[in-house]
């Protein structure tokens, strides 16, 4: 049984406006007369797309949203009291739903390396993010980690026919937008992925621009639609949204110095390192506070002891991880500086997708939060998968040569 977080009943919560969605969406708009309502509060914080989902998955199950959200400023007892705690059937059903996406986020890494370094790359980067310590944790959760990295890693796998399907690429950084806002980083990728058409395609105006087209339009079709918050009075939701986040972001900056000010990131220097520490060596963190950890310890007790729970979270393990990925990134980069122009591109737009959305992450994450890694598993696997593949060829190149002499 993978430990409960809070989060999964804020979800299950706001799972809800699934059914307003088909039934009045115009009730999810923004109205600066609900500044109060809690449910208006979250549609300001989180992306929507968690919610829908969950949604239904339970709608299809037969049940209902939870009907109140998780308090953290009361006990578990208190919150449990309330009905904020989800009864098993609906958690089941909830992380059931989200665990589904797994399949799919495997095939597309498993595309997505094959595009640069063939199948066997494919099939490891493949296997090492179905094994991922994190993922086996927070992607199996009743939160948005398991649909943002279907669609990080559906993104990497449009980035192979961006020029020829410009609005998947749209539709993938779309969805993983409306996943977390913290992907964002990715769209400045898929608008380079779309104009730069490989020298085999003729080089026209007409066609970038359409390309161009394409993808915004889907993006922002599709985030409005999932966005009836902003139906009515956009400006007015956005600035609202944008307000919202700045001042969680400042609350949990400030409560963090006060509690626990080890978890407070300074500079980006201190953020890198923690975000490289989260993603390859920490164990699994299965809160960020310590507000519940007496309720939730047995639980987590029982899950590391599980075999493979914390597969690779040791110094060797890694290690491992860190210089496989770093070999595989090297050596791509270098073949695709030295390749023509066509064989160039396709590694360059991973390549540029794995800084941009660790530069992101880097400038804008100041908390030592794990679950905050996530968006960068995908590329930890792309690059490790490649990397192993990498060094397989090398050493299979060596035993030749020895056996030769």
């Known amino acids: 049984m993978i430990p409960f977080h809070p989060d999964e009943s804020t979800q299950l919560y706001m799972s809800s406006d699934f059914d307003w969605l088909w039934s009045e969406p115009l009730s999810l708009a923004y109205n600066s007369d609900r500044l109060e309502d809690p449910r208006q509060t979250y549609r300001l ?15 299809l199950a037969g049940l209902s ?12 007892q208190d919150n449990a009291t309330a009905g904020a705690l989800p009864g098993q059937p609906l958690l089941n059903i909830g992380r059931v739903s989200l665990t589904l996406l797994l399949p799919f986020s495997l095939t597309f890494i498993y595309l997505a390396a094959c595009s640069i370094r ?8 493949a296997l090492l993010l179905g094994t991922h310590a994190l993922v086996l944790v927070h992607a199996r959760r009743a939160m948005a980690e398991g649909p943002l990295i279907l669609a990080i890693t559906g993104f990497l796998a449009s980035l192979c026919i961006a020029d020829r399907r410009p609005w998947m690429v749209g539709l993938a950084a779309a969805l993983a ?6 992907a964002i980083g990715l769209l400045p990728v898929g608008l380079i992925a779309v104009v730069w ?6 080089q026209k105006w007409g066609r970038i621009v359409s390309n161009l087209i394409q993808f915004l339009i889907i993006f922002v079709g599709l985030t409005l639609a999932l966005n009836p918050l902003f139906w009515q009075e956009p400006w007015l939701a956005a600035r609202a949204a944008i307000q919202s986040r700045q001042d969680l972001l400042s609350r949990q900056f400030s409560d963090a110095r006060q509690l626990f000010p080890e978890q407070v990131l300074e500079s980006p220097w201190e953020r890198g390192v923690m975000l490289l520490g989260h993603l390859y060596l920490a164990p699994p963190m299965f809160g960020e506070v310590g507000n519940y950890r007496a309720e939730t310890a047995p ?56 800084a941009f959305q660790a530069a992101g992450m880097v400038l804008a994450i100041p908390l030592a939060w794990q679950r905050y890694s996530l ?20 050493i299979q190149r060596f035993n030749v040569r020895t056996f030769k002499r």
């Not at 929507?48 to 969950?54: A, D, F, G, I, V």
């Not at 393990?317 to 496989?324: E, I």
């Open 375 to 394: 968006p960068l598993v995908p590329f930890a696997c792309l690059w490790a998968g490649i990397g192993a593949t990498i060094l397989l060829k090398m």
């Open 197 to 202: 058409l490989p020298t085999s395609i003729p």
């Open 118 to 125: 063939g199948r066997l790359s494919g099939f490891l980067a």
């Open 177 to 182: 937008f409306n996943a977390k806002q913290s």
């Open 65 to 76: 949203a939870l009907p109140v959200g998780w308090d953290w400023a009361k006990s578990w």
């Open 299 to 354: 639980a987590e007790k029982a899950y590391l002891a599980v075999p493979g729970h914390r597969l690779g979270r040791d110094p060797i393990g890694a290690s491992l991880w860190l210089g496989l990925s770093l070999l595989g990134m090297v050596w791509v980069g270098r073949g695709a500086f030295r390749a023509a122009s066509p064989l160039r591109r396709q590694p360059a737009l991973m390549l540029l997708a794995t």
């Open 45 to 59: 914080l989180d992306a929507p797309l968690t919610r829908y989902l969950l949604g239904f998955g339970r709608s």
